[in-house]
């Protein structure tokens, strides 16, 4: 019992999860159905994918501001390079960008002590700005039908997209929990004197968790235009803020040194599950903004009240 | 430093950019901005962040473009800041009394309000039908003795808040918070209160660019300000106003801003494709704050 309440205390993100399944289970028809979470899992991948990293960056102490103009960078060069290096070439040319710009932000952030915020920020404007030049303001079309067939497709009766998202958040889960690298994402986060002291290399061990969000995201703006067989410059606008929501909802702390990716999984599919059910509901799409905002200000909320010691003063 | 590097590179590259003319353009670009970063900086410096002014400034565009025609300029401009300042007050209160993470906070908010604002207009884009005959005009279209009203609204709202930054009780206050919350508890200042008028003042501030805005175009998109948020910081960062809290001023965040609007006017007149610019904001932010550390750290790299 002790246990139950312990978990309910880390995790609250999950008993709204759950709340949220009852909910529009009995309410809608359609909800509970197989077909409908393997096409939750599709729609939550592309912020879940980049929620990953960010978990790695926020426990670190850190932020990514950049991961919706790198989505959109990797997806343009993905689909626009299919006519001169096809399929396979231009997703590797797609994901190597998202690993520059990863390591580009990563190199920065460690040999000039400027905060991550502030790189990251920069790079966001400048990567969208290297998006539009590339692009000239275009959307392109991945004219070989196998790209978008890609898209679509299934194994066993799940959908590739879930189960890649899938596959890679136990990934990241046993890397945070049973790695090296894992405990000191959390060292470094924690206190970044002390991890220094202890023998840790702040700087690349910053640095690798800076590449592994580029290839993320990468990854996810490429998966994000096979469903579409497209790509448009304005792609992944505003996905820093819903992945940084969906991870804070999870329960990592913006001061870093707490974290899991349980949580974020169930940050991630939190908001996937309330658009996916008022959608079933056909409540306008507004009403999630507001209801989506509130919620991360009551988790807030309930962190602060329930689970942090009161101090005196501050 | 960085300003003045700016004027002359582009003074020497070419010859349109040092004219009155184009200084007034460059002004006029920078006000919506500017007069938003403008209520940020006391934000920033009072140890927070505000990500929902971009949010904020749909929503107060959309409402009083909006009201316009329903119940005339003047009512539609008092309820516009009425419920403008509602908002920043919830802000206020939650960072101020509640203190909850200024970040994530504004973070919700601007998910929220942004709701609230499609709420309101049913997804639809709002415009002013009579435009030419309404005296909504004056604060976008119009000039006074050849000053853009725009850029003077900026300028002189940053001329009175550098005086109450600098000069009054208040200021001096904020600056307080930002730098030693501890310090200034126990020499009894009250923070619930300060963190709390700072986030009005944002609000504030993004009432009077939403006028600017509103007028200018004489419609309103619901999503006409998305992304500001991290514009203005730009320049609030640019400016040299520490993230941290406890230092900066307004003087600077003009600054800040101003280089921005002029990155984009100097590389357009040179004739650089229009994204170029955002490339070299990139650039510039980041070597500016850098530079700002390594003078303060007195070595290049960092020791990580």
Same mark, same amino acid.
């Given at each position: ?314 | ?37 403008? +209520?940020?900086?006391?934000?920033? !410096? $009072? %140890? /927070?962040?505000?990500? =929902?002014?971009? &949010?904020? @400034? ?112 208040? +200021?001096?206050?904020?600056?307080? !918070? $930002? %730098? /030693?919350?501890?310090? =200034?508890?126990? &020499?009894? @200042? ?115």
């Amino acid at each position: 019992m002790n246990r139950i309440i312990y978990l309910i205390k880390r995790q609250p993100i999950w008993i709204f999860v759950f709340v949220c399944i009852v909910f529009f289970s009995f309410s809608s028809p359609y909800f509970f159905d197989i077909r409908n979470f393997s096409n939750i899992l599709v729609q939550a991948s592309t912020i879940g994918l980049i929620a990953l990293g960010m978990t790695f960056v926020m426990i670190n102490g850190n932020i990514d501001l950049s991961v919706g103009a790198t989505l959109a960078l990797a997806a343009s060069l993905a689909v626009g390079l299919q006519p001169q290096l096809g399929i396979i070439g231009a997703v590797s040319v797609g994901l190597l960008s998202g690993i520059l710009i990863g390591a580009l932000n990563g190199i920065i952030a460690w040999k000039t002590g400027v905060d991550a915020f502030i790189v990251t920020l920069g790079a966001m404007i400048g990567v969208r700005g290297l998006v539009f030049i590339y692009t000239e303001e275009q959307a392109f079309y991945a004219y070989d039908l196998a790209y978008a067939n890609f898209g679509a497709s299934s194994l066993f009766g799940i959908p590739v997209l879930a189960l890649i998202f899938v596959f890679l958040t136990i990934i990241a889960h046993l890397v945070l929990k049973y790695t090296i690298h894992g405990r000191n994402v959390f060292a470094v986060g924690g206190n970044r004197v002390a991890a220094k002291e202890a023998g840790i290399r702040v700087g690349p061990h910053m640095l690798l968790n800076f590449i592994l969000i580029g290839f993320l995201a990468a990854l996810s703006g490429i998966l994000l235009s096979t469903q579409m067989g497209a790509s448009t410059p304005n792609l992944g606008r505003n996905y820093e803020l819903w992945t940084i929501t969906a991870v804070v909802l999870g329960g990592t702390r913006l001061t870093g040194g707490f974290g899991s990716i349980i949580g974020t999984l169930g940050g991630v599919l939190a908001i996937a599950i309330l658009r996916n059910g008022m959608n079933l509901l056909q409540v306008p799409s507004f009403y999630v903004l507001i209801i989506l905002g509130s919620i991360l200000i009551l988790v807030l909320f309930l962190d602060k009240r329930f689970a942090e010691p009161q101090g005196v003063g501050a | 430093m960085a300003f003045i590097l700016c004027v002359v590179i582009f003074s020497l590259s070419t010859q349109k950019f040092l004219s009155t003319d184009n200084f007034l353009t460059v002004v006029m670009q920078a006000s919506i901005i500017g007069t938003i970063a403008l +209520g940020v900086t006391f934000v920033v !410096i $009072g %140890g /927070n962040l505000d990500l =929902s002014v971009g &949010s904020l @400034l749909s929503f107060a565009t959309v409402l009083v473009v909006d009201l316009h025609d329903k119940v005339g300029p003047g009512t539609a401009i008092l309820l516009m800041f009425v419920f403008t300042l509602l908002i920043g007050s919830v802000n206020g209160y939650l960072i101020g009394y509640l203190r909850l993470n200024s970040l994530i906070v504004t973070l919700g908010m601007l998910s929220a309000i942004q709701g609230i604002t499609l709420v309101y207009s049913g997804g639809k884009n709002v415009d002013i039908s009579d435009q030419t005959n309404t005296w909504f005009a004056f604060f976008g279209r119009e000039a006074l003795f050849g000053v853009p009203v725009p850029a003077i609204i900026f300028i002189v709202l940053g001329i009175i808040l550098q005086i109450v930054l600098l000069k009054t009780g208040f +200021g001096r206050k904020i600056f307080a !918070i $930002g %730098g /030693n919350a501890t310090a =200034s508890l126990f &020499s009894g @200042l009250r923070r619930n209160r300060l963190v709390f008028s700072t986030y009005l003042l944002s609000a504030f501030t993004t009432g009077c660019a939403a006028l600017i805005l509103g007028s200018r175009v004489m419609g309103s998109q619901n999503n006409v300000g998305e992304g500001y948020e991290l514009l203005v910081l730009a320049g609030v960062i640019l400016g040299g106003t520490s993230l941290l809290g406890g230092s900066g001023s307004i003087a600077r965040t003009v600054i800040g801003v101003l280089i921005l609007a002029m990155i984009q006017n100097g590389l357009l007149l040179l004739g650089f494709p229009y994204y170029t610019q955002w490339l070299v904001t990139w650039v510039v932010i980041i070597v500016a704050v850098w530079l700002d550390i390594a003078a303060k750290r007195g070595k290049l790299f960092s020791t990580y």
